[in-house]
């Protein structure tokens, strides 16, 4: 004997071993047609039969179930509950078979829009406008299949639905998993083994690796574009009764930059004493005399946090219009906030307070690294005598500037010392240390992209001048803001380990400069931070020991606290999308000449290595046994530009050794020993707007 049961909603068919007792206390030991052993008991079982057999059965069965018109079916149904074997007859007519029978049972229970299941057997047909309502829905959805599967072919031919090209960022980037457009997409990519970038890039809808890096990021920190409002800017009204009280400053400022940049945030200018020694001025531009706490400005900038800076582009934290306003271009009184110092004739700071001091500023000048750089690198000559050849504008103002930052320089490098550190020597230290700093600059012919990668030297004139300057700039008034009670966002640097660097609202050294305050204040254009901080200074320099009651932001102030969590998280956001699209143009560099290409590479730790000419990092895991600086030729096969990442293949691994110092210097930059603001990084890219600690 044979029975017909239900499991897990499926019909099958089980073949009879022995059975016990009787009625509806009967139960059987059964066979099913997988050989799985079973226990049914009477009210499990659906149907019992002797012919034909249990295979044959469900074989005829299917296919009758297959042909069955449901419709119809539902026309034969009585209006109340009924069991499918009482059903047979109205719809085959005359004897029914066993067969016939599991056929209606598989039909009712394979039909829930037609049929509602009562108990294990019965069943009751849906309420027309119930019928109706399902019917429809399994015709859209067939609809809904059939598009699918046309748009997944088009995909895998590799051509991209016109009716998506709407929709193609969005599926790449930010995807509603739920639509049949993503269905689609993700069962081309499943089909044809590529990833979502790839597939996109073959059908054309992605212009290039470049757009799908930029477009991850801009969707995730600019989903509403990085372009600023055209109503973001500064009425002149506002702006000329924020400056009309300020006092010019009698100085000639000029700011040392490169051609490229366009947010001149900072300039100084040095003038003669009538006792001897020099006065030095710091000049910062100062946007925060107009644009005020909560204001249409202020959250832009809050929102923004930074400037957001790649290889040939970048995404200003203010828009152009506040920008030009306050930038310290050349030919023109701006306002600024300025710090005065003076120093000796030797280039020692005098022991005294420095002052601060809100004003118009006249800019005489921007000088340009490309101008200037090679000149005033011979200031480090010992006969070198300032306005001996007079080829470089303000050559003597920067001699005066640079004798002074090597003082200050080694001021802090003593109080490194002291904090268990290695001292970090001006200039380069060692011709076998990799270098740390890039220039990248991309240009375009007929169409194509080129990118030139030159290395920078750190502890240049000019870099020094630059960095020291601003190191002192932003101590001083970390120290002011400090000794006044008043919070600020101060960046502190304290011990080893993960987040040793942080942001805080409270003073505490920073062992990497060797100070004991440091607060950014000065880039107000281009880092929130700085725009905050001068909010504080100005109050301090307009109220003195009142300004705690004026001041935008009070001790504790919670919401301080919060800009400090969330310009960190921004800021290392954007300095991971910088550090991305510098592995994309290094991979690009490497590519403008036929691969394989040699070059040079030294390992590091783990079998991760650099290349010597540009800072790209790739893993070798063939140097991983090798001590740390070993030398290699390897040859780069090929690159991937969407993964980032290159084949490599070692020519030669050379055995001479590397001086400890070149370790030691690598160590402090590549395997991350010293986070970037280091004592050269306040400044370190006077070059162009790139960020700086």
């Known amino acids: 004997m044979y029975l017909l049961y239900e499991e897990s909603g499926d019909i099958k068919a089980a073949t009879v071993q022995s059975s016990t007792g009787e009625g509806d206390a009967q139960s059987w030991q059964a066979t099913s047609l997988s050989g799985k052993k079973l226990k049914l008991k009477a009210k499990e079982v659906w149907l019992r039969f002797d012919q034909p057999d249990a295979q044959q059965l469900m074989d005829e069965a299917n296919a009758l179930a297959a042909e069955i018109d449901l419709q119809l079916l539902w026309d034969c149904a009585p209006e109340g ?36 299941r009562k108990q294990r057997g019965r069943f009751m047909r849906a309420p027309k406008e119930q019928l109706d309502a399902g019917l429809a829905a399994l015709e859209r959805k067939q609809r809904e299949h059939e598009q699918q599967e046309k748009w997944q072919a088009e995909l895998i031919a590799g051509r991209f639905p016109e009716e998506l090209r709407s929709q193609a960022k969005a599926l790449l980037f930010h ?220 050559e003597s103002e920067l001699f005066v500037l640079w004798r002074a930052a090597q003082k200050l320089h080694a001021q802090r490098q003593a109080q490194r010392a002291k904090n268990g550190l290695r001292v970090e020597q001006l200039g380069v230290v060692d011709p076998n240390a990799l270098q740390r700093d890039f220039q990248f600059q991309i240009t375009e012919f007929d169409g194509v992209e080129r990118v030139e990668i030159q290395a920078r030297s750190r502890g240049s004139v000019l870099d020094t001048i630059v960095a020291e300057w601003m190191i002192y700039c932003n101590s001083t008034w970390g120290k002011t803001l400090a000794d006044h009670g008043l919070p600020a966002l101060f960046r502190t640097q304290k011990g080893w380990g993960p987040q040793r660097t942080r942001m805080q609202t409270t003073p505490a050294p920073h062992e990497g400069l060797g100070l004991e305050y440091y607060a950014w204040c000065t880039s107000p254009l281009r880092r929130y931070s700085d725009l905050v901080n001068q909010w504080q200074l100005i109050a301090l320099a307009r109220h003195g020991v009142t300004a705690k009651m004026v001041a935008p932001f009070q001790p504790r102030d919670a919401s301080l606290m919060g800009i400090a969590a969330d ?78 990442s290159a084949s490599v293949r070692v020519h030669q691994i050379e055995r001479s050794a590397v001086s400890a110092e070149a370790v030691d210097v690598t160590d402090a930059a590549d395997a991350l020993a010293l986070e970037a603001d280091s004592a050269a990084s306040e400044g370190s890219q006077p070059a162009g707007d790139t960020p700086s600690e």
Request: net charge negative; proline share 7%; with cysteine.
């Open 567 to 644: 310009f960190e998280a921004c800021y290392q956001s954007y300095a991971e999308y910088q550090d991305r699209l510098e592995k994309y143009w290094c991979l690009r560099w490497l590519a403008q000449e036929p691969l394989p290409r040699s070059v040079f590479a030294r390992h590091l730790k783990e079998g991760m290595s650099r290349l010597e000419a540009i800072p790209l990092h790739l893993p070798i895991p063939e140097l991983a046994s090798h001590p740390r600086m070993t030398r290699a030729e390897i040859a780069i096969l090929e690159t991937d530009l969407l993964q980032l």
């Open 81 to 116: 509950e009924f069991a499918f074997s009482e059903i047979a007859s109205e719809y085959f007519g005359g004897q029914v078979s066993p067969a016939q029978q599991a056929a209606l049972a598989i039909a009712l229970q394979g039909a829930p829009v037609f049929f509602r």
């Open 175 to 394: 995807p509603d998993k739920n639509t049949l457009a993503y269905k689609a997409f993700l069962a081309a990519c499943n089909a044809t083994g590529e990833s979502p970038p790839q597939l996109m890039m073959r059908c054309g809808a992605l212009e290039s690796p470049l757009a799908y890096h930029q477009g991850q990021f801009l969707r995730s920190n600019f989903p509403n574009g990085a372009g600023h409002h055209a109503d973001a800017t500064i009425a002149d009204a506002v702006y000329d009764a924020a400056i009309a009280m300020l006092p010019t400053a009698d100085v000639n400022a000029f700011s040392i930059d490169d051609t490229a940049t366009t947010e001149i945030d900072d300039a100084l200018s040095v003038s003669v004493l009538p006792e001897g020694g020099y006065r030095v001025g710091v000049h910062i531009a100062a946007p925060g005399l107009v644009i005020t706490k909560e204001d249409s400005l202020d959250q832009v900038a809050r929102a923004r946090m930074s400037t957001v800076y790649m290889p040939g582009d970048k995404i200003t934290m203010l828009p152009d219009a506040v920008i030009e306003r306050f930038s310290l271009d050349e030919g023109a009184a701006r306002p600024a906030v300025s710090i005065y110092v003076e120093i000796d004739a030797d280039g020692n700071v005098v022991d005294q307070p420095a002052q601060t001091r809100i004003e118009l500023v006249p800019i005489s000048a921007n000088l340009r690294l490309e101008h200037i750089e090679e000149h005033v690198s011979r200031f480090t000559d010992p006969l070198f005598e300032p306005g001996s050849s007079a080829a470089c504008a303000f």
